[in-house]
């Protein structure tokens, strides 16, 4: 990366132009700059630790009496107070905010239809745990694709625990840490028995607990046991191709969804009286798919304005439309010792319907938080020198 600056100037407007050179050129505003003066972290190491205002001064108060590079970093020396703030030119660069810069450091998300990820390797579980290297890769893979696939290991409940862990803390739900889901008999507390994870009958891709304010992220299916007649397949969808499907056939459809949120109840059993609302379909500040949330289950009753009641149930059938799409799914019947992983505000998941009779479907589940993968995937990726893609900017998920 460009560290040296040929020149800069001072614009009118309240900002700082770089030229580096390279050949690139900057702008930086200046509550931009002062900013980091208030940051406790980068900005002064002189702040008194009980200086009560942090925040940056109003944009049209600012005025710089000099600025200048000096030892790689630019100097900055503030008019009416006398700060001097000191801006590192390698920090300045990798945190350019114009909008090639900002844009150019976004992961690129790689869709895939079910073919695709039916030819995605298949990663050894024990170099991921010994391997920083190929956990790397593994990692990358996720961000870029949503999902990896592993095999090789010990088909034992508590195992997927050991790779999920290299990810971060795991997430704990009132099933603990790590859920085993399996075949169970019918209950008569449970209002929807048999649609469940524990059920055997075809399950619809769906993302996991819209339920609730922020759905688990990470996920891991872990195969323990394979029922052995035919059917219970996992199945996978990447909610983000259909997201951008609909958006090239039906932009009316994208739009609602990237604006309305929907009511997701769990309401199962005498436990649960979960509600929350989510966007199905959320996209960032420049209008790019960051999350999923659906789910046919758990879609609650709605308590929309009622000028929106038709118009939602059109667009949430055009999207399903595009989610069920016969291309889009990837299956495979785990067998024990391989493991499904998957984020799962962007991949839904699904099963085929199997015969309980012929015998049980056990897998071992347990997810870890986005914000714990990704804070896990940057200390990785500094730690092998990895700069670049420490420096992504990954998307937020289907939050809101
Ligand atoms: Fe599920």
New binding site residues.
């Given amino acids: 990366m460009c560290r040296s600056i040929n020149s800069l100037d001072i614009l009118p407007d309240r900002r700082i132009a770089l030229n580096w050179a390279d050949g690139q050129r900057n702008h930086y505003h200046f509550v931009w700059l002062r900013q980091q003066h208030f940051h406790p972290a980068i900005g002064r190491p002189d702040q008194p630790s009980d200086a009560a205002l942090r925040l940056p001064d109003d944009p049209a108060s600012l005025e710089i009496a000099s600025s200048a590079i000096e030892n790689g970093e630019l100097v900055v020396r503030w008019a009416g107070d006398d700060v001097v703030t000191r801006h590192d030119l390698a920090w300045l660069r990798r945190n350019a905010y114009d909008t090639p810069s900002r844009l150019g450091r976004k992961a690129r998300q790689q869709t895939w239809t079910g073919r695709e990820a039916a030819a995605f390797l298949w990663l050894d579980w024990s170099r991921l745990l010994e391997d920083d290297e190929a956990l790397f890769g593994f990692e990358v893979r996720l961000r870029d694709f949503g999902f990896a696939r592993v095999r090789g290991a010990p088909a034992a409940r508590d195992e997927v625990a050991r790779l999920a862990g290299r990810l971060g803390v795991l997430r704990n739900t009132d099933f603990g840490a790590v859920a085993t889901i399996e075949t169970r008999p019918p209950s008569k507390e449970e209002r929807y028995t048999n649609l ?2 524990g059920g055997w009958v075809r ?1 619809a891709p ?3 607990e819209g339920w609730r304010y922020a759905p688990p992220g990470i996920s891991f299916h872990l195969g323990l046991e394979s029922t052995p007649g035919e059917g219970g397949e996992s199945i996978l969808v990447d909610g983000l191709l259909a997201a951008r499907r609909l958006a090239a056939r039906d932009a009316d459809a994208f739009d609602f969804l990237t604006r309305q949120p929907f009511r997701f109840c769990a309401d199962r059993n005498p436990r649960e009286r979960y509600v929350a609302r989510g966007r199905m379909i959320v996209t960032d500040q420049d209008g790019e798919v960051v999350g999923i949330r659906f789910s046919d289950r758990t879609l609650g009753v709605q308590d929309l304005d009622e000028a929106m009641i038709e118009p939602a149930y059109k667009a949430i059938g055009a999207f399903a439309r595009e989610l069920y799409s016969a291309d889009l799914v990837y299956r495979h019947k785990l067998q024990p010792g391989e493991c499904h992983v998957f984020d799962n505000h962007r991949i839904l ?1 699904a099963r085929t319907e199997f015969d309980p009779e012929s015998g049980p479907r056990r897998i071992a589940q347990c997810s870890v938080d986005r914000e714990e993968f990704h804070n896990s995937y940057r200390q990785l990726c500094e730690r092998l020198g990895h700069f670049d893609d420490a420096n992504l900017i990954l998307p937020n998920g289907a939050l809101g």
Avoid: C, V
């Fill in positions: 469940g994870a399950l769906h993302t996991d998941h």
